[in-house]
């Protein structure tokens, strides 16, 4: 079995809306559970907070709650590592304990505040996408019409981001919104979770001059397991799966392919993807078409290397 680690999932949103659902069990309302990531092999899975619409408003209270579930919930009661440093991710994987970092999927909630990062940060935050699909406050995302890029508090965002050291996801960002923040940032920044364009016309998706600008700056896509980005048909399957990592591979990102499946956020799944446990049916299907270094780096070693380098090297 190979060591795992996945960019993106929405276990937080779910306990947000019922508090009922039990991470630390194996409660069936639930992609990803601490006993699926264990038997999947897992060093380690980000957790994003994500406001659903169907809540009335979105602010850092909500964002205080999530964080105070993954703490609580998933830290505490289920015995997951809390990653906030790259000697925390180090740590887990040598003890073998799954670890576990927060991430921020859309910046609304902190209504124009960039001074809010600064909580997000001591929060446990480590992971920042500008957007959701719409449009906020800091840019504009996928979904919004008129494409446009960042605003001037983005633009204050992003710095501030790449200040604390809280990584920049550029999963969700409408096009110009990317290219700039690929001016504006000095770090190597991420795609938790977006496929490849070329061969799944989505707007989630990114094309090859976006997948060539992350790999040449030492970032890392996550692939996304959700089959519209996957395919045109109504039912993806893992090879396709497989085709958007091989091509990413053959793009220059070897070292940038990775997981970023999308779990307890998306409705529809690939056949044999449904959870954590697909990923020895995953990593069975590249092994027929990529060497076992290759395997290694998509399944786990390309998002380690990506995260010791970019984390706080520790928390003092």
């Known amino acids: 079995m190979m060591t795992v680690i996945d960019a993106h999932c929405d276990v937080l949103s779910k306990l947000l809306l019922d508090p009922t659902i039990c991470f630390a069990g194996n409660d069936s309302r639930l992609d990803v559970t601490k006993d699926k990531l264990q038997q999947a092999g897992s060093a380690m899975q980000c957790f994003a907070i994500w406001i659903s619409e169907s809540l009335p408003e979105s602010n850092m209270e909500q964002i205080r709650t999530c ?7 998933i830290i505490e009661q289920a015995g997951m590592v809390a990653v906030r440093s790259s000697e925390d991710l180090q740590a887990a994987v040598r003890a073998g304990r799954p670890g576990a970092l927060l991430t921020l999927e859309g910046a609304d909630a902190l209504n ?6 600064r909580e997000l940060y001591r929060l446990g ?6 957007t959701w699909n719409f449009a906020n ?9 008129r494409n446009g890029g960042l605003t001037i508090k ?24 990317f290219w700039e923040v690929a001016e504006l940032s000095g770090k190597a920044f991420v795609a938790s979770h977006s496929n490849v364009f070329e061969l799944c016309v989505h707007a989630r998706n990114l094309n090859k001059r976006q997948i060539t600008c992350i790999a040449e700056r030492g970032g890392v896509i996550g692939i996304n397991f959700f089959p519209p980005f996957v395919s045109a048909n109504e039912s993806a399957t893992i090879d396709e799966v497989v085709r958007h990592i091989e091509t990413v591979c053959e793009w220059g990102g070897e070292r940038a392919a990775a997981l970023g499946a999308d779990f307890d956020g998306i409705g529809k799944k690939v056949p044999g993807l449904e959870d954590p446990s697909g990923y020895a049916r995953l ?17 786990f070693r390309n998002w380690y290397e990506y995260f010791v380098t970019a984390l706080p090297k520790s928390e003092c």
Do not use: N, Q
Not at 112 to 117: A, E, L, M, P, Y
Not at 286 to 292: G, P, Q
């Open 67 to 73: 964080a105070e579930l993954f703490h609580s919930r």
């Open 112 to 117: 124009g505040r960039v001074d809010h990062v």
């Open 125 to 130: 935050v480590r992971m920042l996408g500008l």
């Open 137 to 145: 406050w800091a840019a504009d995302g996928v979904s919004e019409p």
């Open 154 to 177: 983005g633009r204050r965002l992003v710095k501030e981001c790449d200040s604390l050291g809280i990584i920049i996801d550029v999963s969700h960002l409408a096009e110009r919104s």
């Open 283 to 299: 990593e069975e299907a590249l092994s027929k078409r990529m060497s076992a270094e290759l395997v290694e780096r998509v399944m």
